[in-house]
């Protein structure tokens, strides 16, 4: 089945203690993206990713870190998370614009609190 | 930069009534139109897209959305809708061979079917 794998579904964690959220897909699709969910903003993209070792901020960088090693993962990383990263968080990925399948594929997301 | 104004944060409707969720963008260039559904705790669902061709785009679970580059809009409708729709939904708006692939997101509409 085509589908993009997030770990942990949920995460709580104390301020300062880094933490990695992983994410897989088996499509191999070239382009992957993070995005953070809040209430009353919708998403907002963190990070993206357009192939292996090409990666660049999105809206909403500041605090986080990706790596794109392999074509099929794209962790996210909070070295020191602080409670304004307490939200909802989605990993994506599709194939490029120029392809006619181009639509993200969504993980399930990752809920996560930092106390 | 595009964007996109999902006008209603709420809509309530009667079970087996019509729905319109309106979703209007703004882009300098062409772009691509996406509708995204989240049910409760899960991930986001794509619902229909358009890239190109017909104007008129039919989606899963008996939406359809029509592209209205004169109005910038691009509205979802059902012409019956049931208890599961029950959903928060999301316009979103990217433009093809940018640079970013990304998808910009409106901040959703919650419908709630009334029995």
């Known amino acids: 089945e085509a589908q993009v794998t997030q770990n942990p579904r949920y995460l709580i964690t104390v301020t300062g203690k880094k933490l990695t959220v992983t994410c897989s897909q088996n499509?191999?699709?070239?382009?992957m993206s993070w995005y953070r969910q809040d209430p009353g903003l919708g998403l907002r993209q963190i990070y993206y990713?357009?192939?292996?070792?090409?990666?660049d901020k999105g809206d909403v960088p500041e605090g986080y870190k990706v790596s794109r090693k392999e074509k099929r993962n794209f962790p996210l990383i909070l070295e020191s998370p602080s409670p304004n990263q307490t939200s909802l968080y989605f990993c994506?990925?599709?194939?490029?614009?120029?392809?006619?399948?181009?639509?993200?594929?969504f993980g399930s997301g990752t809920r996560l609190t930092v106390v | 930069a595009q964007s996109v104004t999902q006008l209603d944060s709420q809509v309530p409707v009667f079970e087996e009534a019509p729905v319109e969720l309106r979703c209007n963008y703004s882009?300098?260039?062409?772009?691509?139109l996406f509708w995204y559904v989240q049910y409760p705790n899960q991930g986001l669902q794509l619902l229909l897209k358009?890239?190109?061709?017909?104007?008129l785009v039919k989606g899963i679970n008996g939406f359809e959305a029509e592209f209205n580059k004169s109005q910038t809009s691009f509205h979802l409708r059902k012409p019956s809708v049931h208890i599961s729709d029950t959903a928060e939904y999301f316009c979103?708006?990217?433009?093809?061979?940018?640079?970013?692939?990304?998808?910009?997101f409106g901040t959703g509409t919650r419908l709630t079917i009334i029995p």
């Open positions: 979103a708006v990217s433009v093809p061979n940018f640079g970013n692939e990304k998808l910009t």
């Open positions: 499509m191999n699709h070239e382009y």
């Open positions: 882009s300098s260039v062409s772009v691509y």
């Open positions: 358009y890239l190109s061709g017909s104007t």
């Open positions: 990713s357009m192939n292996v070792e090409v990666t």
């Open positions: 994506a990925s599709s194939p490029l614009t120029a392809n006619t399948n181009y639509g993200y594929t």
